[in-house]
């Protein structure tokens, strides 16, 4: 596995520049298949997508899925559909079977294995893991990424494709990847700015701190691991 860090001065030159890799990386493929991350970055990058690379991609071929989702109705605000719904499905041409959306609305026990089906049914399957094209994540301030947060290590190398797990302040539950999932992928790429996330991303970086505690930090991927970040985020 290589890991490589792409940094910019702003998190809409990090949505710019990380948009350049996704549409390389998913061009001449029959079938491309992203779980996405929720959160205030990836809202910039879909913005930038939709924006600039309504017709430069061939979305047909591109099968979107999430690494969690809040246990919510999709027309909650909190809902990581709801945002990319509007941010970006709403103005590409993208086939709704395309859309592997995880039903926030339902009973999250049932909802966790009902899209594990889903996975399996869509994603290749790689030495006994779904394996993703590519995964997108986000990073807490408490190190957590995905929905797998420190209280719960032990989704990192569960022997489920994805988890209920809850957010320790909100108590919001969450429909989750599981780590052997995340890892299991060609490519993970996070996707960080702001200077809310420097100490937590240098702690990862230089393997400091409180570093073991984070379940970003044991993140790894098939074939490549990427961390775009602007300048606030890289403690520049
Ligand atoms: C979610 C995300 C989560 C997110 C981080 C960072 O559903 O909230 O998947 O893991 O990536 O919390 O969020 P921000 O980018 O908004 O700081």
Known sequence: MKTTYHIYPTPEEVAAAFATFFEKWSSGKNTFTVALSGGSTPKILFEHLAENYRGAIDWQ????????????PPDNAD????????????HINIPKENIHRIRGEADPAAEAE??????????????????????????GGDG???SIFPDRMELLT?????????????GQQRISLTG???????KVAFLVTGSGKKSVVAEIRERTGAWETYPASHVQAAEDLYWFLDEMAAGH
């Open 158 to 170: 569960s022997d489920k494709i994805c988890a209920v797990a809850t957010h320790p302040e909100s």
């Open 79 to 90: 809902s990581n559909f709801k945002m990319t719904d509007k941010t970006l499905f709403q």
């Open 180 to 186: 052997r999932v995340i890892d299991n992928a060609w």
């Open 144 to 146: 957590h990424t995905a």
């Open 114 to 139: 009902r899209y594990a089906a889903e996975i399996q049914q869509f994603v290749k399957t790689e030495n006994g893991w779904p394996r993703f094209d590519l995964v997108i994540l986000g990073i």
């Open 61 to 72: 071929h591109i099968h979107f899925f999430w690494g969690d989702e809040r246990c919510v």
